[in-house]
């Protein structure tokens, strides 16, 4: 995977996944521009990928969707909050023009987190920990290859719009028919990337069930549910403050109005 930028996380510091926005409904969008519109005192916010449902490139961002929330993170990034995003299977076409205009980092293959006690924590989408769905791996290298990169901003926004709707049918479908060991994520792709990052810990999202395990001789193991859900945001707190696990808490955003769309 090679050496990932670092961070650093403060207390303080939240990380949220898998919004999966409409970049066409504004209204939609609106519920998460509020929570981002009422954070306080945050000093960097992850996002750890499918901020939206589908991005196929530059003409998404004139969608009202997408303008609400671009417009809500450069709010908050004016504020002073430092925002990392992590591109996940869905919108990994994000580039330097949403970069530019909402104010964040993007992280194309993930970062490393260093909290307050000196810890390392590993933040990737998720979806990489998937390794015995070989359909979806060889999925992955063909739509993140040079030449989709190249044509997909390219397209007419309609055409494209068209073909994310079926492509996103189409891995549902392929999903459901999958046994479930498959398609989940790894815990020996976990241990894999953490000894390789020296992280103690590793979050991610993208399964849409929420997590929090001590693996067998480490690392931690942390999945947040979808945005919207029960458990779907990870604050860094003041080391041995909190439930007594330490300075990394599980906990609901209280964002209950969002409901999460179905997995991949």
């Not at 589908?54 to 003409?59: I, K, L, T």
């Not at 103690?200 to 931690?220: F, I, K, N, Q, S």
């Not at 604050?235 to 179905?262: F, K, N, Q, T």
Request: hydrophobic share 45%.
């Amino acid at each position: 995977m090679g050496a990932l930028p670092e961070v650093e996380l403060r207390a303080g510091s939240l990380a949220i996944a898998d919004l999966h926005l409409d970049a066409a409904d504004e209204t939609g969008a609106q519920g998460c521009a509020r929570w981002l519109g009422e954070l306080s005192g945050c000093p960097r916010l992850v996002l750890l990928g499918d901020l939206f449902d589908a991005w196929v490139g530059p003409a998404h961002a004139a969608l009202p969707g997408a303008r609400a929330v671009t417009g809500a993170l450069a709010a908050l990034a004016r504020r002073g909050c430092a925002i990392d995003l992590v591109p996940g299977n869905r919108d990994f076409l994000l580039d330097a023009v949403f970069e530019r205009a909402a104010g964040v980092a993007l992280r194309p293959r993930g970062a490393v987190g260093r909290l307050p006690s000196g810890a390392r924590l590993l933040l990737v989408h998720g979806d990489e920990l998937c390794t015995l769905d070989r359909g979806y791996r060889r999925l992955k290298r063909v739509v993140r290859s040079a030449p989709v990169r190249w044509l997909a901003p390219r397209l007419p926004l309609a055409l494209s719009t068209r073909l994310a709707r079926r492509m996103r049918r189409a891995s549902t479908r392929a999903l459901d028919a999958k046994p479930v060991g498959e398609r989940s994520m790894q815990e020996g792709a976990c241990r894999a990337l953490a000894a390789e990052h020296a992280a103690a810990a590793v979050l991610c999202g993208h399964a849409h069930a929420a997590r929090d395990v001590e693996l067998d001789g480490g690392p931690r193991w942390i999945v947040l549910d979808a945005f919207g859900g029960a458990r779907d945001l990870l604050e860094v707190l003041d080391l041995g403050a909190g439930d007594g696990r330490g300075e990394l808490c599980l906990r609901s955003s209280g964002a209950r109005g969002l409901a999460p769309r179905a997995l991949r």
